[in-house]
């Protein structure tokens, strides 16, 4: 009988920005990526291809201890830090076999550090942590030549005990995550606490026992899911644009593909079917690619085809055996599963399925509800979407948009819009935003029972002395509408506002800060208003009270303003408002 065949773990990559991702990757395969990138912040998802020759090399400990490898080596995925990349999705579940969350030993947990152990925790991806930047602690000695555990026994007392306390921080605080961890040579059982595993990607101290627990990891866990079956499957990474052709990045997760196959690729609305017209695989420890006839997983590749529309970024595809009905069924199901939306609530866009996916989960955890969901540019369809949740509640007419523009020719239309390249940031941003929002609707609602309102009378501009009296007034504090009853300093009741000018211009009402010329009829002037200096906006007791009960919404010149009308009103009646 012949022997299944073992693929490469999947392996990514991830943790908050500049903890140390890449340059703990360049140590594993002997190059200086890191330096290449834009501010040294990965700015893309990039694949290595690690065989079992370069694992050897890199950590001897395995022919030490006498262990015998099945695996080929791993496939590394370097992400940018925010949790979007570790959610990439294949059929069945997420694509990583297993996650290195890398943190830095002395600043610990930090939000996108939160936000991948959320999407980890969500998908139930085995991970381990590489406690980087063991070098940073006050008087590290690297111990060249002996093992991790004996360089962490060998440092001096008071090196070993600010290690021992960021240690202890960050259990703490991992456990508040809902993990409970262990440097890796105290755990007897791996499923039930994570491996903390120190190193330093500068002088490399802790990179080959960080690959011995991988390793290990993989040979005791993994077996089965590793095992390459007969059809071929993999999920798009990124759709390449560039001059002479376009291509696709993609992970070939499963099966072996070859030129001239046809793929089936998942999407949100018909199925797209295209033959792969060439493959370029990415080489081993490196970021070139080797044009090839065929490609085994799991491994990464580049592929030309012969139908490149509607392509999404994070979608799976899947060879056709004469079953694309079946393949049909599958992906329909995998997309409902992932995407579920609500009766009610918000809309959001993401740059893929994967992406798309994660801020779902995060979304959830925060218990926002979502009406729509898509992959790509925010558009006028999501626009006008929005627009109707205007009606509906006011609080939803926003969309989230990750990592995504604006199409061409889209306004937004008095509709919130908020985008950011970091999910944590986003609905951040979300939160802020709807909590100013129910403030305005709250502080609305409120003015629509009453209005606050505080005039000075401008006595250099008496345009008309009675029937009516029209005069300048400037608003010191709230707003003024028209039919809106005054009061004088003296608590006498004045006129209702019959109209309301604006340089020039009739208005329906003024703010905070404008000066206006008001009409008010039945009133002369210089009889009832020569030696008055403010008016006030008329308030019964019960519309005061509902104020004072909400004076979170009202601004300082406006509950001064209330605290005045109630002193003028106390003249006369002790308890007013009371």
């Not at 627009?387 to 995504?404: C, H, M, P, R, T």
């Not at 209702?496 to 020039?504: D, F, G, L, T, Y």
């Not at 003024?510 to 008010?520: M, N, R, T």
Request: charged letters at 25%; proline letters at 3%.
């Amino acid at each position: 009988m012949k022997k299944a065949q073992i693929r490469q773990p999947i392996v990514t990559v991830a943790g908050h920005v500049d903890h140390g991702k890449t340059s703990l990757l360049d140590q594993f395969r002997g190059s200086s990526v890191q330096s290449g990138e834009a501010g040294g912040i990965t700015q893309k998802i990039s694949f290595t291809k690690y065989p079992l020759t370069q694992i050897k090399r890199a950590c001897p400990l395995i022919d030490k201890q006498g262990i015998d490898l099945e695996i080929p080596g791993f496939l590394f995925i370097d992400t940018p830090g925010h949790a979007a990349f570790t959610n990439l999705r294949k059929r069945g579940g997420t694509l990583a076999d297993l996650t290195i969350l890398v943190v830095n030993i002395k600043e610990g947990i930090k939000p996108q550090t939160a936000e991948v152990l959320q999407i980890l925790k969500a998908n139930k991806t085995p991970f381990l942590i590489a406690l980087n930047k063991i070098d940073t602690i006050s008087g590290w000695k690297p111990f060249n030549g002996k093992t991790l555990k004996e360089s962490i026994e060998s440092q001096a007392i008071n090196v070993s005990q600010e290690f021992q306390e960021a240690l202890l921080t960050f259990q703490g605080s991992l456990s508040e995550h809902g993990f409970e961890s262990d440097l890796y040579y105290e755990i007897s059982d791996f499923t039930k606490r994570v491996a903390l595993v120190p190193c330093s990607a500068r002088t490399k101290e802790g990179i080959p026992e960080l690959l011995l627990v991988l390793c290990g990891l993989s040979q005791r866990f993994l077996k089965e899911r590793l095992t390459i079956s007969d059809s071929a499957k993999g999920v798009i990474l990124e759709i390449k644009k560039e001059k002479s052709l376009d291509s696709i990045e993609a992970i070939l997760y499963d099966g072996t593909l070859k030129e001239g196959d046809e793929i089936a690729i998942a999407s949100f609305d018909t199925l797209i079917t295209s033959k792969i017209r060439a493959i370029e695989e990415i080489e081993s420890l490196s970021f070139k690619y080797k044009s090839t006839k065929e490609a085994t997983a799991a491994t990464g590749v580049r592929l030309q085809l012969t139908n490149k529309e509607n392509l999404l970024s994070g979608m799976p595809f899947q060879k056709i055996d004469n079953n694309l009905e079946k393949i049909k069924e599958n992906f329909k199901k995998e997309l409902s599963h992932a995407i579920k939306t609500d009766p009610q609530g918000i809309i959001i866009k993401a740059d893929s399925l994967g992406s798309l996916e994660a801020l779902i989960t995060l979304l959830r955890q925060n218990h926002i509800s979502i009406v729509k969901a898509g992959v790509g540019p925010v558009s006028k369809t999501d626009i006008v979407s929005a627009k109707a949740n205007l009606e509906i509640n006011s609080l939803d007419a926003v969309i989230l948009g990750f990592n995504v523009k604006l199409d061409e020719d889209t306004q937004a239309d008095n509709i919130k819009i908020l985008t950011s390249e970091v999910i944590y940031k986003l609905i951040e941003d979300l939160q802020v935003w709807r909590k100013q929002k129910q403030s305005d609707v709250e502080r609305e609602r409120l003015m629509e029972l009453a209005t606050v309102c505080k005039l000075e009378i401008l006595p250099q501009y008496i345009f008309r002395n009675s029937n009516p009296a029209v005069f300048g007034v400037k608003v010191l504090a709230g707003k003024i509408k028209n039919n809106l009853p005054l009061i004088d300093q003296n608590n006498e009741e004045v006129a209702r506002v019959k109209a309301i000018q604006s340089e020039k211009k009739s208005v329906e009402e003024a703010s905070e800060g404008q000066e206006i010329a008001v009409s008010l009829p039945g009133v002369a002037f210089d009889r009832k208003l020569k030696d008055i200096k403010f008016l006030y906006s008329q308030l019964g007791e019960s519309q005061f009270k509902k104020f004072k009960q909400n004076k979170d919404l009202l601004s300082q010149t406006e509950i001064r303003t209330l605290e005045e009308i109630a002193a003028l009103k106390r003249k006369t009646k002790l308890d007013w408002g009371v």
